[in-house]
């Protein structure tokens, strides 16, 4: 009986695959291609899309009509709170959103105009001072979101909020953490809001100098605390909140109670207090 061989194709030494009579490759020999890794704000993405998924949590059906919802000015010691909300045109996209405080000053009012321009509709709204000082600063800003919703031309069928908690409004509505970074229609609420904001201080400077709402927005700053020992706190400067309080105190001046002292400003913002810091208040 013979014995049937099967001899199995081996790959080449480098000796035979660097002699001339070596086979080069084969004909329908393919280079292999190589991708680009995704990016961290695409994992992020698509890790924070899972999870929503996962628990179900994920609303937007393809009719949706979508709007993102963001505000500025939480954590500033003066001036309101505003928010602003917007729905973006498919057909008109806008390059360049991102989280406003991830942007120069010059590339927010740029974005802005684009904003307007494009925009199937957008709103801003705010509360002001005294809604802050008799509600509370998370109050005051709900009910801002909650304008801003309402004050569209177009009614949304979604909302999508940037941060962990959602006002209470008439349309379905989604917390997006991060989502001033993550969803374009975010980061353009995010944009409106600030610019808007940022002028209205702006224009209180012009009645106040000596504060220097035109540099920092009313927000804790060194120069914004010196201010406050010197000259004492104006009528646009929120009495719930610790710093100003005690610099009435320090004036001889006794505030009778509010809604909620807010004794640490930082607690207000994911990150560092300062003018292009309106990160959404954690749990």
Not at 84 to 111: F, H
Not at 117 to 130: G, H, I, Q, T
Not at 163 to 192: F, H, Q, T
Request: charged share 20%.
């Amino acid at each position: 009986m013979t014995e049937k061989t099967i001899k199995r194709a081996q790959a080449p030494t480098r000796a035979e695959s660097s002699s001339p009579s070596a086979p080069i490759a084969t004909p329908n020999a393919v280079p292999a291609l190589t991708r680009k890794p995704p990016s961290q704000v695409a994992l992020k993405i698509a890790a924070r899309r899972k999870a929503a998924r996962q628990a179900g949590l994920l609303f937007e059906s393809p009719d949706d009509v979508i709007c993102g919802v963001d505000e500025a000015g939480r954590g500033p010691l003066a001036g309101p709170v505003v928010a602003a909300a917007v729905i973006l045109d498919p057909a008109r996209p806008i390059r360049g959103l991102n989280d406003s405080k991830m942007l120069t000053a010059q590339a927010r009012e740029k974005l802005y105009d684009r904003i307007v321009e494009r925009s199937l509709a957008w709103s801003v709204a705010s509360a002001s001072v005294e809604e802050i000082d008799t509600l509370n600063i998370l109050h005051a800003t709900m009910l801002a979101m909650r304008r801003a919703v309402e004050g569209l031309s177009v009614a949304p069928t979604l909302a999508k909020i940037d941060g962990n908690r959602c006002p209470v409004m008439p349309v379905r509505s989604e917390a997006v953490i991060g989502g001033d970074a993550l969803v374009p229609s975010i980061s353009a609420a995010s944009i409106i809001a600030k610019v808007t904001r940022d002028r209205m201080l702006t224009q209180l400077h012009e009645t106040f100098p000596h504060y220097g709402f035109d540099a920092h927005a009313g927000y804790g700053t060194p120069q914004h605390l010196a201010a406050l020992r010197e000259h004492g706190p104006c009528e646009h400067h929120r009495r719930s909140f610790a710093p100003v309080r005690e610099a009435y105190a320090l004036h001889g001046v006794v505030l009778p109670g509010v809604a909620t002292v807010v004794s640490d400003v930082a607690a207000l913002e994911d990150d560092a207090v300062g003018p292009d810091d309106d990160a959404f208040m954690p749990a």
